[in-house]
């Protein structure tokens, strides 16, 4: 079951869910400084109600979305490095079989001695 959703931890809290928005709206980095003024906005709320649970838990769900959205980031900036696009393309064709090509010859001949 863990390996089912990757957006949730291990206690089931979706940390979308907490935050009240939608897997969608986060996409990319420049999506994180918005939500992260959210985030302390929520959290300052919750402080001067003295709910710090709920502060700390809107913290670990910042958290993991920061995590998951540099992650995916890193996966495609692998992807791109290898030249791929993440395998919608159609495979690369396999060199022709032959015989080996022969080492490039010495510019000079050995010297006699």
């Known amino acids: 079951w863990g390996a089912m959703s990757t957006a949730r931890a291990d206690n089931g809290m ?3 869910t907490v935050l009240g928005i939608s897997a969608r709206a986060v996409r990319g980095k420049h999506d994180l400084y918005k939500l992260k003024g959210r985030c302390q906005t929520m ?3 919750y402080m ?7 502060a700390r838990r809107v913290k670990w769900a910042f958290d993991q979305i920061k995590l998951k959205v540099s992650s995916d980031a890193k996966e ?3 992807v791109a490095a290898e030249g791929g696009d993440g395998g919608a393309a159609a495979p690369k064709a396999a060199p022709a ?4 090509p022969e080492a490039p010859a010495a510019a000079e001949p050995p010297a006699d001695r």
């Open 76 to 78: 495609r900036a692998a």
């Open 48 to 54: 001067v109600k003295k709910q710090g649970a709920n």
């Open 14 to 16: 979706d940390p979308y």
């Open 43 to 45: 959290i300052n709320n």
């Open 97 to 100: 079989p032959g015989p080996a």
